[in-house]
């Protein structure tokens, strides 16, 4: 009889740990904070019932806005903790801004247990466009946002660090302190390591959309970009995919890497729609 308890005990552990949903780490976007991503968090725990979230709080409303090498230093520590809890697997989920900093704190700290990476509307090949510009420094133009953004002054700020004008790379290439690095860009001793975090993926999902309106390119939520003469051009011809500077190639080769176009998206809309959670966001969460 004892050993029938024990026995049944360690299916019933066997049965959980297999068929319980992963937790999920959720990021909130620039200017907003947790509260933002309540609705993704509720609808996954709704469809995915005892799905474990969290929901991470730091840097919300203007401290959005703090250098992002400063927010990856900060949050890795409660990004570790989270990912060591969970040995089998965890997922990770950012939008907007904080589709860009989930993907840097994963490349910064190599041993993640994360399984699925969710990019939703994040600015990953960067940002150039007036009306992301204007909700947030309203008195800039975009034509000599450049004079500020590469500064020493300008680099304090997040949209500084990944601020990508296209007309002026050789300033972006000498200035910017964090995009060009986390993009392999500009070769760094962390360079393979950036690499390797990324391409132990189980699968990296990047969303974004034609109607996004604030992510300028939208394209550069699939980290397509702008060339020198201001022309987009999708990722695959890119040298960050076609150099595999940070595994793109490698991910979807190994069929890794799943772009989501999504039109009709509002870039204010992706964390509050019903039907994104449950059509991109839900079949990648298991």
């Known amino acids: 009889m004892y050993k029938t308890v024990i026995s049944l005990i360690i299916f019933s552990l066997y049965v959980l740990n297999v068929f319980c949903y992963k937790p999920v780490i959720l990021l909130h976007g620039i200017l907003t904070g947790p509260e933002s991503m309540e609705l993704i968090k509720a609808r996954i725990q709704e469809k995915h019932p ?25 949050i890795s520590e409660e990004f570790n903790n989270y990912t060591s809890m969970h040995p089998d697997g965890i997922h990770l989920l950012g939008y907007s801004q904080g589709a860009l900093l989930a993907r840097t704190l994963l490349q910064n700290n190599p041993n993640h247990t994360i399984q699925t990476f969710i990019s939703l509307s994040g600015p990953q090949a960067g940002q150039y466009g007036t009306q992301f510009l204007h909700l947030y420094f309203p008195g800039v133009a975009l034509e000599t946002a450049f004079e500020l953004f590469y500064s020493r002054v300008g680099q304090h700020t997040s949209v500084g660090n990944y601020w990508n004008d296209p007309y002026h790379n050789k300033l972006y290439i000498e200035y910017s302190q964090y995009l060009p690095f986390v993009n392999n860009e500009i070769p760094s001793n962390s360079s393979q390591q950036f690499k390797a975090a990324l391409t132990k993926l189980k699968t990296m999902v990047l969303i ?10 939208w394209q550069s939520s699939q980290f397509g970009y702008y060339d020198a003469n201001g022309t987009v051009i ?28 999504v039109p009709g998206m509002n870039h204010f809309d992706w964390h509050r729609n019903v039907s994104v959670v449950d059509s991109y966001i839900l079949p990648y969460l298991d």
């Open 208 to 217: 974004g959309g034609p109607d996004d309106n604030v992510i300028t390119p």
């Open 234 to 261: 999708n990722f695959m011809e890119r040298d960050i995919y076609k150099d595999d500077k940070i595994g793109l190639k490698t991910l979807l080769q190994k069929k890794k890497l799943k772009i989501l176009t």
């Open 50 to 74: 005892g799905t474990i979230t969290y929901n991470i709080e730091s840097f919300g409303g203007w401290s959005s806005l703090d250098n992002m090498n400063y927010q990856v230093k900060k």
